[in-house]
């Protein structure tokens, strides 16, 4: 699909971890990492490029705002309001970017998660590629996955909330 949004229906406690594993069939598969705190209209998170396939061409279409960022890298990623055109769209933080180790054509194992309080934090094979401080406090949130192009399989999804009240 061009695009598929993959998430949480009900909101979970904002301490919590979101993990599974991927597996991306296409080496142009943009994937964001994504959490909607409660209450507001905003999304933070991650965009992720898989890495660099030999032989994979760039794809006529194309996903702005995500094509400056390189394959093999993440980027901090924001939902911001566009007064011009009226409308919400993505945007990249900042343009640095970290390593990340997300090869197309094998699966992978991915988690999303706020355990320190304020701090999102997205880890792939099991290592760190990226963090950013988010706006939550105690309140509740959905996390979930924005997926570009490419087929991407998903599988052993799961949430686990921390400190539940």
Same mark, same amino acid.
């Given at each position: 699909? +061009?695009? +598929?949004?993959?998430? #949480? ?29 409660? %209450?507001?209209?905003?999304?933070? %998170?991650?965009? #992720? ?17 995500? =094509? ?8 901090? *990623?924001?939902?911001?309001? *566009? ?29 999303? =998660?706020?355990?320190? +309080?304020?701090?999102? #934090? ?7 590629? +990226? ?6 406090? /105690? ?12 087929? #991407?399989? *998903? ?7 921390? /400190?539940?009240?």
């Amino acid at each position: 699909p +061009a695009r +598929a949004p993959v998430g #949480v229906s009900e909101p979970v406690h904002a301490r919590m971890r979101f993990e599974g594993e991927m597996h991306l069939s296409d080496c142009n598969t943009i994937v964001s990492f994504l959490l909607s705190p409660s %209450g507001l209209s905003t999304n933070q %998170g991650f965009i #992720v490029r898989p890495t660099k396939v030999k032989g994979c061409k760039r794809p006529k279409t194309m996903y702005l705002p995500f =094509d400056p960022l390189p394959p093999g890298k993440v980027a901090n *990623l924001r939902r911001v309001f *566009l007064e011009k055109h009226n409308v919400f769209d993505f945007e990249l933080d900042d343009q640095r970017t970290n390593p990340a180790p997300l090869p197309a054509g094998e699966w992978v194992t991915f988690a999303l =998660d706020t355990i320190q +309080a304020g701090v999102l #934090v997205l880890e792939i094979n099991g290592k760190e590629a +990226a963090r950013q401080d988010v706006p939550i406090s /105690d309140s509740e949130v959905r996390p979930g996955l924005l997926l570009y192009g490419g087929t #991407v399989k *998903l599988r052993n999804l799961r949430v686990t909330e921390l /400190d539940k009240p």
